[in-house]
């Protein structure tokens, strides 16, 4: 009796050629077919931050929003009157060329843009397994047509075959 092949082992033959025999596609489509290949993305990637991720998006989510931009440009605005007309001079927390609030926007920056960009690295992964997930759904879909394909023309086949007995049949009676 031959050995079944494992799922890797057939995995590894398409990896490689891409030349499989009957028996060995049927076992490919056996193992597609029975096992859910679908995966929810969103869950596994959930299951796998760190806390790190999270304030990552956190942090995107709070400062790419227009509650953020309007809170921010009311800060400015105001940190602006307060030290120009509020503010007397010589009690004034920043004069006119605004030092200590153009430290203070660097600083928010050089800190915002690695954030940001750590979320989105974040993002990038999970759309890439999104992707994955859409080719395996996608291969499997297409090997169940296929095989569904084969059998609706083995069926048609055999119905012409029945079809041709019934009326070699009937043509017998005739006569």
């Known amino acids: 009796m031959e050995k079944r092949k494992t799922k890797k082992e057939i995995v590894q033959m398409l990896l490689k050629n891409n030349s499989m025999d009957a028996k060995d596609e049927e076992e490919l489509l056996d193992l597609l077919i029975d096992q859910p290949i679908s995966i929810d993305v969103d869950?596994?990637?959930?299951?796998?931050?760190?806390?790190?991720?999270?304030?990552?998006?956190?942090v995107s989510e709070i400062a790419g929003s227009w509650g953020?931009?309007?809170?921010?440009?009311?800060?400015?605005?105001?940190?602006?009157?307060?030290?120009t007309v509020l503010l007397k001079e010589g009690h004034r927390i920043d004069?006119?060329?605004?030092?200590?609030?153009?430290?203070?926007?660097?600083?928010?920056?050089?800190?915002?843009?690695?954030?940001?960009?750590?979320?989105?690295?974040r993002q990038?992964?999970?759309?890439?397994?999104?992707?994955?997930?859409?080719?395996?759904?996608?291969?499997k879909s297409e090997l169940i047509l296929e095989s569904l394909h084969d059998d609706l023309e083995s069926v048609l086949e055999n119905q012409k075959k029945i079809l041709k007995?019934?009326?070699?049949?009937?043509?017998?009676?005739?006569k």
């Open 124 to 139: 990038a992964e999970k759309d890439s397994l999104r992707n994955q997930n859409d080719y395996r759904t996608d291969l």
């Open 43 to 58: 869950k596994q990637e959930e299951a796998k931050m760190t806390f790190g991720d999270k304030v990552a998006d956190k």
């Open 68 to 83: 953020f931009i309007l809170g921010f440009s009311s800060f400015l605005i105001f940190w602006v009157v307060l030290n």
């Open 165 to 174: 007995y019934i009326e070699g049949e009937n043509n017998e009676k005739k």
């Open 95 to 121: 004069e006119y060329p605004f030092i200590l609030l153009n430290l203070l926007l660097s600083c928010i920056a050089a800190l915002q843009a690695p954030i940001i960009m750590m979320s989105q690295n």
